[in-house]
């Protein structure tokens, strides 16, 4: 309640001071006219529904927002450009798709070029979590659930989900931990569910696993992950159902017979080239493949990431989109399998950016919850978030209005896929399947610009089959499907 005691006392003084006006003289409306005024902002900060932090710290709230102006100026990557062309086309009036699912799947997908990347509930509040939802639904786009579950607030807004499952298997969790494989085909048949995938590791705690402070674990929380209340909930490292490439990929093939056929793939903070390297031996060996593999770069992640796991532990997503779309190239089977990229993507250009390095769609997470209301003050994992988002105390939830944000995320949504397609359309393209790493150039110092086709190496099409280039050939030829290491 302490958020409201400027307010409060502001309130007071223009009582205090009216009152005094009225019996004792009228020089006390020089204090009682701008405390009136004060009452009144503070009042409309409460009452209305366009930024959660003033509904949740009136009258203080309004010193976020110059600094947050400021905070947001120089992140725009300006060593890097895209190719626009002399002879531009006409921009597409609908927004390209991407059909998701490969030959073994029986109810494939098409999904949007920008989604909502993995937020669980818990991680974030009820209300953020709807207002995504409603969000995806009023856009026809896609949320990923995250690892903590299929909570009420996922389904109640009737937006797409993709439902991630996690090491803690959140969901679909057999009593001491394990995989319920019952739980899962019930819930994978749920018609919400468009997707299924399988968190190896991610961009925040590449090597680790998701933590999800006990401050935020209240009995609702704790009741859809089946864990005690109050107490930190750590995931395990690594799975339980699997030990090697061979066994991932028979994994992924028995959950997608038991999602009845709905798309199944895995996301990924990439490391060594040569365990996604086995991970593809295992695939050709099998004959099984996932129908996407989501590539998280290692600077992502919210403000309860671990510093000593964010942007130090794996690939940035450039080099982790270039690494899995040329290992997917080389085995010939780029064309059975989409490739994400979830990172940091807030614009259009950012949006084609990704696209050029290989990605097929795109999923923000940072993004969104700014478009929910997030003012990135960092404290996501004390459970006291000030614009409502990411906390778990109903008090300050109520600051992100379901409404307001769900409008504010479809529209943020269409409008960068409206620049992304505005974008290519002035570089020459009419879908997204004509870029080319030509189309992105990265400002060199000393030297002049370099393309992507220069700088990095892009594989042919069955190559590390037919003869794998040298740059390759070490991990080609160490890449076991019997073991990741």
């Known amino acids: 309640m302490r958020r409201f005691l400027p307010l409060l006392l502001v309130a007071l003084a223009a009582a205090g001071t009216t009152a005094a006006a009225c019996a004792l003289s009228a020089r006390w409306w020089l204090a009682a006219v701008p405390a009136l005024a004060l009452t009144c902002l503070g009042g409309r900060d409460l009452l209305q529904r366009r930024r959660p932090v003033l509904r949740g710290h009136p009258l203080t709230g309004r010193l976020r927002y110059p600094a947050a102006r400021v905070l947001d100026e120089g992140e725009e990557d300006r060593d890097e450009f895209l190719v626009p062309s002399l002879h531009p086309v006409e921009a597409a009036e609908e ?189 050709l060996a099998e004959g099984v493949t996932p129908d996407f593999v989501v590539v998280d770069g290692s600077e992502g992640g919210t403000g309860a990431a671990p510093t000593g796991f964010a942007g130090r532990l794996g690939m940035p997503l450039t080099e982790g989109l270039i690494t899995v779309h040329n290992a997917l190239v080389g085995v010939g089977l780029r064309g059975r399998v989409r490739i994400g990229a979830s990172g940091w993507v807030a614009t259009g250009p950012d949006l084609v950016k990704r696209l050029v390095q290989g990605a097929d769609y795109t999923n923000a997470a940072r993004a969104m919850m700014l478009a929910v209301g997030c003012v990135r003050a960092r404290r996501c994992h004390t459970g006291d978030c000030p614009s409502g988002v990411a906390t778990q105390d109903p008090l300050r939830e109520r600051a992100v209005d379901v409404a307001a944000g769900a409008d504010r995320v479809r ?62 050939a070490a991990d080609w030829k160490g890449a076991d499907p019997d073991n990741f290491r």
């Not at 085909?185 to 749920?190: E, G, I, P, R, V």
């Open 95 to 283: 927004a390209p798709v991407v059909r998701v699912g490969g030959p073994d799947c029986v109810q494939p997908y098409d999904m949007a070029l920008l989604n909502v990347s993995a937020m669980s509930f818990g991680a974030l509040s009820s209300h953020a979590v709807l207002a995504l939802n409603r969000g995806a639904a009023l856009g026809r786009f896609a949320q990923d659930t995250g690892e903590g579950g299929l909570s009420e607030y996922h389904l109640r807004g009737g937006g797409d989900l993709i439902w991630e499952i996690g090491t803690g298997y959140f969901g679909c969790r057999t009593a001491d931990g394990g995989f319920d494989v019952r739980e899962f085909a019930d819930k994978a048949a749920l018609p919400e569910v468009k997707c299924v995938s399988l968190k190896l590791s991610q961009g925040a705690a590449a090597g680790g696993g998701g933590v999800l402070p006990g401050v935020k674990v209240n009995a609702e929380v704790a009741r859809e992950r089946r864990v005690p209340v109050g107490e930190p909930v750590v995931s395990p490292p690594c799975h339980r159902v699997f030990s090697t490439p061979r066994e991932l990929v028979l994994f992924l093939g028995r959950l997608r017979e038991s999602a009845g056929g709905k798309p199944v793939g895995v996301k990924l903070c990439v490391g060594s080239r040569q365990e996604f390297l086995a991970v593809c031996r295992a695939m």
């Open 411 to 472: 529209r943020y949504q269409r409008e960068t896929v409206r620049d992304a397609v505005a974008v290519m359309a002035a570089m020459g393209v009419r879908a997204p399947g004509e870029l080319t790493p030509a189309h992105l150039v990265r400002r060199a110092d000393p030297g002049p610009p370099r393309s992507y086709a220069e700088l990095y190496e892009w594989l042919a099409p069955g190559e590390l089959l037919a003869g794998p280039p040298q740059s390759w």
